[in-house]
């Protein structure tokens, strides 16, 4: 863990300036409670021609939040900044735990879902998953160990999401 305190204080000191933690602070407010996620759930479950892909989305999302939650609670890790006394946050303090990072889980089981359906924007949504990952990092409110762990989960519920999806579209052809 000093390891990791000590790359993260790197990380920050490296890229930080006034842009830098604009950017990240607005990055990571997008991936607050996977709300740009969930915005984009809405938007291809509104179109015919893209229901199934958002509801894939759907899945991966929901099996991604049990499963981080399960785990944050499991690990009991605190988080960065509270090891570092004069560290100041450029966010509001999450309440919850560490380890995994739940902005990163829920971000890439959402691109993960994507990229399993072939869609054609996975290139830009893997660009703004790695964005927020980074951002908690940046932030200083993860752990690199814990952006690696959301990142795992994360691609491990996008296809879990697809065979959710496959299931409920025979349940409901019935």
């Given at each position: 863990?000093i390891?990791?305190?000590?790359?993260l204080?790197?990380?920050?000191d490296a890229?930080?300036c006034?842009f830098?933690?604009?950017l990240?602070?607005?990055?990571?407010?997008l991936?607050n409670g996977g709300?740009?996620?969930a915005?984009?759930c809405?938007v291809?479950l509104?179109r015919h021609?893209?229901?199934?892909?958002?509801?894939?989305?759907?899945?991966?999302?929901?099996i991604e939040l049990?499963f981080?939650?399960?785990l944050?609670?499991?690990?009991?890790?605190p988080?960065p900044?509270s090891?570092?006394?004069d560290?100041?946050l450029?966010i509001?303090a999450?309440?919850?735990?560490?380890?995994?990072s739940?902005h990163?889980?829920s971000?890439?089981?959402a691109?993960?879902?994507?990229h399993?359906?072939?869609?054609k924007?996975t290139?830009?949504t893997?660009?703004?998953?790695?964005l927020i990952?980074?951002?908690?990092?940046y932030?200083?409110?993860?752990?690199p160990s814990?952006?690696?762990?959301?990142?795992?989960?994360?691609l491990?519920?996008g296809?879990?999401?697809r065979?959710f999806?496959?299931?409920?579209?025979?349940f409901w052809?019935?």
């Amino acid at each position: 863990m000093i390891y990791e305190l000590r790359f993260l204080e790197s990380f920050h000191d490296a890229l930080s300036c006034a842009f830098m933690d604009w950017l990240m602070v607005l990055v990571s407010w997008l991936g607050n409670g996977g709300a740009i996620w969930a915005l984009l759930c809405f938007v291809l479950l509104c179109r015919h021609q893209t229901r199934r892909l958002g509801l894939s989305m759907v899945f991966s999302l929901l099996i991604e939040l049990v499963f981080c939650t399960m785990l944050k609670n499991i690990f009991a890790r605190p988080r960065p900044f509270s090891f570092q006394r004069d560290a100041e946050l450029l966010i509001p303090a999450p309440t919850d735990w560490s380890f995994p990072s739940g902005h990163t889980a829920s971000s890439f089981a959402a691109v993960s879902a994507l990229h399993d359906a072939g869609w054609k924007l996975t290139v830009p949504t893997s660009i703004l998953a790695s964005l927020i990952a980074i951002s908690r990092m940046y932030l200083f409110v993860h752990y690199p160990s814990d952006i690696i762990a959301g990142l795992i989960l994360g691609l491990i519920c996008g296809p879990l999401g697809r065979l959710f999806a496959t299931i409920a579209e025979q349940f409901w052809k019935k």
